[in-house]
């Protein structure tokens, strides 16, 4: 309701009001005449003094009627329009309910990111088998956040020892430092240690591996061969684990200066490491895989030989005693320093892995490396 007020020159103030119609944004104007009654005498001595009352008065009454109007139009009531009036409730949780969910999702998705300062990589490997160069690439090639922490180890059996260590006594306080391979994220190992490493449970597979590159540019031999299951054995269906970086093949080596001069016939099978005239000259890795198939490939049978006794003629003891014979002919059976005594001409000849053969004779002279001609097994380092 708006209120105004006036000075009507009939001697009266006229009151006008704006009132709303029900239901409607229109108004009407009402008008209220209020006679104002001023006594006045022409002849009073102080007719001055009263005039200037009568002036002050009635300006003060229509300033506050102006004043009345003022305020009263400030706080008129203005209906709102009809789609404001209402408000549907259930539309309101409704929004809220979705603003809701998508706070939540937006907090999970936060949550799930890694905003970590630095991201280390923990690799144990066999001495050796990683060029300084490769690191630097690996490095360079990736966040400036890793962190590569690399320990090395003399054979591959240590590895294997040390990461079973904990899971073997599982009874007693064993203290998993840093370095040890059990607490690595990835490691090198032998692939005569993988089938045993699964079937332990000390490894994990390599998920998604078979669509990863390295994996598409591998042979069938090799998809075959890192497929197994939970036991260790070769499956089809089984899961991928491990990727080979390198791979080789058992070889002999020895000093053709020293076979000139005693006038020796050079290595050429494995039945030469057991002539009598190189007792005590040869060197080997200590390896029973490597040792009793060289004994196999010596008798005539294959590495892979599951019956010894159905397919070997003599069995079991026929194949101690060579092995026995072996042992004699050998001066130390050694996979960290076998090529050290090679070196530096403690023996004549040394066998071992191609991958530490062939640099070793490169830096030489006059060193041959053959490969047996029954036959050598093959091996690969895995990661």
Known sequence: MALAASLCSSSCICFHTQLPYSNSNRYKTSSVNLPLRLNLHDNA??????????????????????????????????????????????????????????????????????????????????????????????????????????????????????????????????????????????LTLGDSWLPLAIKKAVIEPITAAEHQDWFKDLSRKWKVYLRRNLNGDIDPQGQIWAAPYRWGTMVIAYKKTKFQKKNLPPMQDWADLWRPELAGRISMVNSPREVVGAVLKYMGASYNTTDIDLQIAGGRNAVLQNLELLARQVKFFDSASYLRAFSVGDVWVAVGWSSDVLPVAKRMSNVAVVVPKSGASLWADLW
């Open 45 to 186: 001595p102080s007719s001055n003094k009263n005039s200037l009352l009568l002036s002050i008065s009635a300006s003060t009454f229509v300033f506050v009627g102006l004043g009345l109007c003022i305020c009263s139009s400030a706080s008129a009531f203005t209906p709102l329009p009809r789609h404001f009036q209402k408000v549907d409730s259930s539309s309101t949780a409704t929004l809220q309910e979705e603003d809701d969910e998508k706070s939540d999702a937006a907090f999970e998705i936060w949550k799930s990111k890694s905003y970590a300062l630095t991201v280390p990589l923990s690799m144990v490997a066999l001495q050796g088998s990683i060029p300084p160069s490769w690191s630097k690439d690996f490095i360079s090639s990736q966040s400036r956040r890793l962190k590569l922490q690399t320990k090395f180890r003399p054979t591959l059996e240590d590895i294997f020892t040390q990461l079973c260590l904990p899971f073997t006594q599982a009874k007693a306080k064993v203290n998993i430092g840093p370095a040890s391979p059990a607490a690595a994220d990835i």
